[in-house]
Every structure is written in structure tokens, then in C-alpha cells.
């Protein structure tokens, strides 16, 4: 059974940092495309940032320079540190995996809270 689940969200003041994290069972992480999305009440969920199997990374212009996505193949997880968080960052946060035959999983989200 594949099980993705995140933690590391909470309450934090704006300019401080968050680091998030996701732990994969019964799935190798290696083999997947690996991604952080998060949805803000009334918001459609947005993709904040993404790694490839290769490494590749990608990010959304709010999140450039402020947050990074990096994955453990042997610790099988995958983390989202965020730094200089603002009020706007507020949401949650969801961790997603792809395959090559398109194999998607999500995990059950976690929340970050950042007051003003």
C-alpha cells in the first residue's frame, strides 16, 4: 500500500522558515517525478515546486529564491525548506508523486500558518 505522509507544517511569523518533509512507503522515490503543491482557502491548488528524477527542479515565481526542494533517495523522502515565509504563503501543503506511466499519489496534506 503506498502512503505518503507529511509533517513539519505549523504556526510560524512572517520571515521565518518551515522545512517540510514527506516519507513514501511502499513506493521507491527514486523512480518518481516528485512535487509540492498547496491550496489556500478558495484558492485551487497551485504547484509551489518540483523535482524530476533526474534532479531537474522547477518553481513557482512567488516561491523563487525563498523555498527548495530537495529529495533522499535512501531516506526515501522528499523535503520543501521555506525561508522569508510571508502571510501569502499560508495554506496547505501537499506532497505528490508521478511515474513514468503517469502514477500519481498525494499525501494528506500538512498546515502552514504564517501570521503578520
Known amino acids: 500500500q503506498v502512503q505518503l505522509v507529511e509533517s513539519g507544517g505549523g504556526l510560524v511569523q512572517s520571515g521565518g522558515s518551515l522545512r517540510l518533509s514527506c516519507a513514501a512507503s511502499?513506493?521507491?522515490?527514486?523512480?518518481?517525478?516528485k512535487a509540492w503543491y498547496r491550496q489556500a482557502p478558495g484558492n485551487e491548488r497551485e504547484l509551489v515546486a518540483s523535482?524530476?528524477?533526474?534532479?531537474?527542479?522547477n518553481y513557482a515565481d512567488s516561491v523563487k529564491g525563498r523555498f527548495t526542494i530537495s529529495g533522499d533517495n535512501d531516506k526515501n523522502t522528499v523535503t520543501l525548506q521555506m525561508n522569508s515565509l510571508k502571510p501569502e504563503d499560508t495554506a496547505v501543503y501537499y506532497c505528490?508523486?508521478?511515474?513514468?506511466?503517469?502514477?500519481?499519489?498525494w499525501g494528506q496534506g500538512t498546515q502552514v500558518t504564517v501570521s503578520s
Open positions: 505528490q508523486v508521478t511515474n513514468i506511466w503517469s502514477s500519481q499519489y
Open positions: 511502499g513506493l521507491r522515490l527514486r523512480f518518481y517525478d
Open positions: 523535482i524530476t528524477t533526474g534532479g531537474s527542479t
